[in-house]
Structures are given as C-alpha cells and as structure tokens.
C-alpha cells in the first residue's frame, strides 16, 4: 500500500462545476500537507497549504481530517485554466515529503 | 528574483554510464531536495541536503548520491544507469527546516533518458 494515495483519475468536469479530490495518508507522524498543481510537462507548483482548522483560497477550499488521515481539496465554478494534475504531499516533521500520484483534472467548455 | 533553476534540460545516456544533474535554488533559500518523477506517477523524494549534508533519504540506492555547495547549490549524480532510471528529475528549494521547509519551489526539471 503507498503511503499518500489520491482518487485515480482522470475527472472530466464542465465549466462551473465543483470537483472533490480526495488524499489518504498512511504514517500518523505526518506533519503537515499541501496541494500542489502540475500541468502537463512542467514542474510542480504549489496551490496551498492544508491545516486542521480547513484553510481557501478563492474557489479552493482545502480540508484535514487527521483522526481519518484524509485531505481534501474542492474546486468552486471550475475554469478551463483548472485542468491540471493535482498532487497530494504528506511531510514528516524530519523533512521527507512524500506525493500521491495525482489526480488529473480536465475542464470542458 | 530567480526562481529553481536546473541543467541541463534534456539528456540521453546508455546504460552503466554516469550523470550529474545542477540545481540552483531559489534565491534566499537554503534547502535543496531532489525528486524523481517516472511517467503517470508522483515525485519520488530522492534526498534533502541542507548546510552541504544530507539530512533525509528516501528509498533509492547508494547509486545515487548527492552534494550541496557552500553557495546552496547542489548536484544529483547517478553511476551504473539503468533504464529505469529514465524518469524527469525534479529539485525543489526551500527555506531552512521545520515547518518553513516544506514549502517547496520546483525547478522545471531534467529530463534524463537512457538508452
């Protein structure tokens, strides 16, 4: 089992909708979490930090749920710009950083 | 203000040779972890280096090393290739350890193929 998993993709999505991507994590000493965003060929660019308290960032709404092990993004009137893959990253307080394999976004018109 | 740069962009190599790969970070930061990112798949962490060591490894062979320089910069070498190891490796700067660090800023990567 790897140790951050991520909804298998890909989401096709129209314009306006709202998507959900889910992120699992295995190790309990995980200390903190973050979406990143990849687009296609690039390198990965960072979206937003997750905390417990739930954290958003115009129509993205990130959430952890640490009993459960479990974060979440949200995606509000997605936007053709959105389609992307989206990278779950767990850290451990001694610095190892460990991404799911994505969740692959696309939005149509 | 200079973001993550790395070189080279490309490289093709055929197996048992070795390769190193440069990163600069980014200005102001002194961190520098190395990913590997095969087709479909995540970043796989590599190494962290931070005042010229290696702080954290992640589950790769002693194939792969690592150095940092006093001006942050660092190297990714890789001896014995195989085809396996045809992937884009990633760098990622960040500031100092603990929590700072570990918002990381990606260099476009080096795409190496071996042949």
């Known amino acids: 089992r790897k140790e951050v998993e991520q909804d298998p993709g890909p989401f096709n999505v129209p314009e306006g909708a709202t998507v959900a991507f889910n992120c699992t994590y295995s190790?309990?000493?995980?200390?903190?979490f973050f979406w990143y965003r990849q687009d296609c060929r690039k390198e990965p660019k960072l979206l937003m930090s997750v905390y417990s308290s739930g954290n958003e960032d115009g129509r993205f709404t990130a959430q952890l749920n640490r009993a459960s092990q479990y974060i979440s993004l949200l995606i509000r009137d997605s936007k053709l710009s959105d389609s992307a893959t989206y990278l779950c990253?767990?850290?451990?307080?001694?610095?190892?950083?460990?991404f799911g394999d994505g969740t692959t976004l696309t939005v149509k018109p | 203000d200079a973001g993550v740069t790395q070189s080279p962009t490309h490289l093709i190599k055929t197996r048992g040779q070795q390769v190193t790969l440069r990163c600069s970070p980014k200005?102001?930061?002194?961190?520098v972890s190395w990913y590997q990112q095969a087709l479909g798949q995540g970043p796989q962490f590599i190494f962290q280096y931070y005042e010229e060591e290696e702080r954290q490894r992640g589950n790769f062979p002693d194939r792969f090393s690592g150095h940092q320089f006093p001006n942050y910069s660092s190297e990714l070498n890789v001896n014995a290739l195989l085809l396996g190891d045809s992937a884009l490796y990633l760098c990622?700067?960040?500031?100092?350890?603990?929590?700072?660090?570990?918002?990381?800023?990606f260099g476009p990567g080096t795409r190496l193929t071996v042949t």
């Open positions: 990253v767990v850290n451990t307080n001694a610095g190892k950083s460990t």
């Open positions: 990622a700067s960040s500031a100092g350890l603990g929590r700072n660090s570990y918002e990381q800023y």
């Open positions: 190790n309990s000493a995980s200390q903190s």
């Open positions: 200005s102001g930061h002194d961190t």
